[in-house]
């Protein structure tokens, strides 16, 4: 608890991958929104991600399920991120759309949160022109008031909408 740095989320990433079944016990201590231990041991889950996907994608239908009732933006942020750059399991589609589309459309989320929510609704509506449609729609309602964050990351989804249906003509 002293120290909160990334070489420390990264070394205790670097032990759960030794020690998979240690994963759990983070997952716990995440889940439970302890402040701050809850918020901190959300960081190594990301870095355990970066290093071993295959490990997280054991524990994705976990993450979707309890996402929603994750009230901590930090823990929110990083299992977004990890969501953002897995390969997610069509079941959860149509909760992680819905999950998705409320981040995008309250106005209090955090920039990052938007972000990585753009990325996971994109991921899933690449192949469905009706929810294309919906994500531009979403995109038009949060350009007027967005930080250049994410203004940049909705003009480059718009962008890749666009090349999506150039190709499908």
């Known amino acids: ?14 032990i759960i991958i030794q020690k998979p079944a240690l994963l759990d016990e983070l997952l716990i201590i995440i889940f439970s929104e302890n402040e701050p231990l809850s918020r901190r ?9 970066e290093s071993n996907e295959r490990l997280i994608e054991l524990c ?3 993450i979707i399920h309890k996402l929603p009732g ?39 989320s955090s920039v990052a949160s938007i972000i990585y929510s753009v990325d996971i609704f994109f991921k899933i509506a690449k192949g469905e ?4 449609n919906e994500l531009k729609l979403i995109i038009d309602m949060l350009l007027p008031n967005a930080t250049p964050g994410v203004k940049s990351k909705a003009i480059k989804t718009l962008h890749k909408i666009k090349m999506l249906e150039k190709r499908r003509m």
């Not at 909160?4 to 205790?12: E, F, N, Y």
């Not at 960081?43 to 991600?49: D, E, I, S, T």
């Open 1 to 14: 608890m002293v120290e909160h740095s990334r070489a420390q989320a990264v070394m205790i990433a670097d």
């Open 41 to 49: 041991a959300a960081w190594p889950l990301r870095f355990v991600h």
């Open 60 to 62: 994705l239908p976990l």
């Open 70 to 108: 994750i009230k901590t933006v930090a823990i929110q942020r990083n299992l977004l991120y990890i969501l953002a750059y897995s390969n997610l399991p069509e079941l959860y589609y149509g909760r992680l759309l819905e999950y998705t589309s409320k981040i995008l459309l309250d106005t209090s």
């Open 129 to 132: 022109p009706d929810l294309l």
